[in-house]
């Protein structure tokens, strides 16, 4: 979509198009990106009434699209919404105008969890992924883990959240912050505890230092610490907030892949074990094989299994949702489009 359409392509022009359609029903989505549609559809098309139709909003040079996004937010409406990452910005809403745009504009819907993908890999969901991978239930407690994984991270989020807050946010560079918290071995049930206690000393480390640089920072920590806590922010549960994209690749790269390795591995060595024939075994593992060739990529994209088991889902974005659908119901809070063009930003 040139950007010249762009100017002038609104909620009212939606609305109008609907109206030769002869769908007035419909809502036109803004998402960042093609993968992100999945786990829009999932919340949004929940209820009837409204048909959504999701457009993956890309430049020409294939960037995710959220700043694009917020820069005709002004143009969205009660016929078209915008779905986004929220990034830090739910957290900071007051230190960028990215933030305040989430935070104000009623026709933008975010994530509030850093990314989807922070929601996709929720640990309570994760023995069913595996489940699903491989047949046979894992031999992992995710669970505990993901609790003392977040624990140990939690000072380092502060400190990057701090810096974002104070427009230092190159202090803490994402690839410093990624090597903090990376595990660099494959995790089992034997050695994660000790795996998240390397991660504990490296960030403690990071995090001294922080503090004896800077010791004016140091003491407002407590204050936004208070002010991330009220938005959901806690030791035990800050893998919903850090970078998605690294904790996706952790826990792919680090946990599932190997283990579900391990446990195809054992499943097959079980065929063979068997009773039977060597060709009636072979057959088994040619049929297991087959229906265990689904990707953890594509699995962890249509994982949202997290809404059973997730507090901020229920107290925080299942309310937002609500309230989205509520007012695109009603048509919005003025006629045809969201703020005009020419009209002040809260």
């Not at 803004?30 to 829009?40: C, G, K, L, R, S």
């Not at 890309?58 to 929220?86: E, M, W």
């Amino acid at each position: 979509m040139a950007s010249s359409l762009r100017e002038n392509y609104n909620s009212e022009y939606v609305r109008q198009s609907n109206l030769l359609t002869g769908k007035p029903q419909v809502v036109e989505v803004w998402v960042e990106d093609e993968y992100d549609v999945p786990f829009w559809n999932d919340l949004l098309n929940r209820h009837d009434g409204i048909e959504f139709r999701f457009t993956p909003y890309r430049s020409h040079r294939l960037n995710k699209g959220k700043g694009d996004i917020l820069k005709y937010a002004a143009q969205l409406g009660p016929h078209l919404i915008a779905c986004v990452d929220s990034d830090y910005d739910y957290l900071l809403p007051d230190s960028s105008e990215a933030g305040r745009e989430l935070r104000d504009n009623p026709y933008i819907l975010h994530t509030i969890t850093y990314a989807i993908e922070n929601w996709n890999c929720h640990p309570a969901t994760l023995e069913r992924i595996c489940v699903n991978a491989t047949l046979s239930d894992p031999d992992f407690d995710f669970v505990a883990f993901y609790r003392a994984y977040s624990e140990a991270i939690y000072p380092l989020l502060l400190w990057s959240l701090m810096f974002r807050k104070e427009k230092m946010a190159g202090t803490l560079a994402f690839s410093d912050f990624k090597a903090a918290v990376d595990i660099p071995v494959s995790l089992t049930k034997d050695n994660w505890q000790q795996a998240v206690a390397r991660v504990r000393r490296s960030v403690n480390a990071r995090v001294k230092a922080f503090g004896d640089e800077y010791p004016r920072l140091k003491a407002k920590m407590p204050s936004l610490e208070s002010a991330v806590a009220a938005k959901g922010v806690a030791r035990d549960n800050c893998f919903l907030f850090i970078n998605g994209h690294v904790l996706e690749d952790i826990i792919t790269q680090r946990l599932l892949a190997p283990l579900c390795r391990r446990t195809v591995r054992r499943h097959i060595e079980k065929i063979f074990s068997s009773r039977g024939s060597m060709n009636e075994k072979t057959h088994r593992k040619a049929h297991y094989d087959n229906i265990t060739r689904r990707s953890l990529s594509v699995l962890l994209a249509s994982n949202f299994e997290y809404k059973a088991y997730s507090r901020l889902y229920d107290q925080v974005l299942r309310p937002k949702v609500e309230r989205m659908i509520g007012l695109l119901t009603a048509g919005g809070n003025r006629p045809g489009q969201g703020r005009q063009p020419n009209q002040s930003r809260h």
